[in-house]
């Protein structure tokens, strides 16, 4: 186990025996799992269950269900094209748009993958690359049947906890810092893009609000979310309307 000596500055230390442990001995590494085993495994779940919350796995509420949702590439219609999502880092799942077509939609001869799987609404879908950087969106009715890469996981609220656990409850979980923190700690090598597996975040701690105290702490923040969200959609509506409209009135000059 790595070894806090002094919090200011922060000096650690790790044995003979110790260093084998660890897969690199470079500072950004140890100190994540310094993070990682000081304070994220035990400070941050105490919190919760002072709290009220029942602290639970994350793969005990959501089920990965990207297995069921393959779809190859080559048995979707030729005329119809393929529409892609992708997810931002400020939470939202979009249409993907097509470099060559500039359309949100890609043909089978624009895309590369062999492989998709389709999303339905309120599946919980995370970037394998980008989960760190808060690509986590909630799938809206709009977007029901749409497809994205096998660069994504897709998640779903088991029917049995449905009733306790809101998907945006489960999205506003995994774009915290808590979860980057966490998802830091398992990401392996030592350059490039790191992709996490779900058998590396299924068992990430996670609070169930499951009492009456952690329902209503949730339940007042869900809806404040909401609230914002739909805000927010009115103003873009808003906003490209007024953008469509300046942009028939110069054409026609």
Do not use: C
């Not at 993070?35 to 602290?55: C, H, I, S, T, Y």
């Not at 997810?87 to 979009?94: H, L, P």
């Not at 470099?99 to 043909?107: G, I, V």
Request: no cysteine; hydrophobic share 40%.
């Amino acid at each position: 186990m790595v070894k806090i000596l002094s919090e200011e500055p922060l000096v650690f230390t790790v044995t003979h025996d110790e260093m084998f442990s660890l897969e690199r001995l470079d500072v950004k590494h140890v100190a994540l799992q310094v993070v990682f085993r000081e304070n994220l495994r035990k400070a941050v779940p105490k919190r919760w269950k002072d709290m009220g919350f029942q602290v639970v796995e994350l793969g005990q509420v959501v089920d990965n269900v990207g297995k069921e949702r393959e779809v190859k590439t080559k048995d979707l219609p030729q005329h119809t094209g393929i529409p892609l999502l992708s997810i931002t880092f400020q939470g939202e799942a979009v249409p993907r748009v097509s470099k060559l077509r500039r359309k949100a939609e890609m043909t089978k001869l624009s895309t590369k993958y062999e492989e998709l799987l389709r999303v339905s609404k309120d599946d919980i879908v995370f970037s394998r690359i980008d989960l760190v950087d808060g690509a986590v969106a909630v799938i809206p009715d709009e977007l029901d049947g749409y497809l994205v890469s096998k660069e994504f996981i897709v998640l779903r609220v088991k029917e049995e906890y449905s009733s306790i656990v809101d998907p945006f409850y489960v999205w506003m979980y995994l774009r915290s810092s808590y979860v980057k923190e966490f998802v830091k700690g398992v990401m392996k090598g030592v350059t490039g893009r790191h992709r996490v597996k779900w058998d590396e975040v299924k068992d990430m701690p996670f609070p169930l609000p499951d009492s009456e105290g952690a329902k209503d702490i949730v339940n007042k923040h869900l809806k404040d979310l909401k609230d914002s969200m739909e805000e927010l959609k009115k103003a873009r509506e808003k906003y490209n309307n007024a953008i469509a409209g300046l942009y028939e009135l110069v054409s026609l000059g």
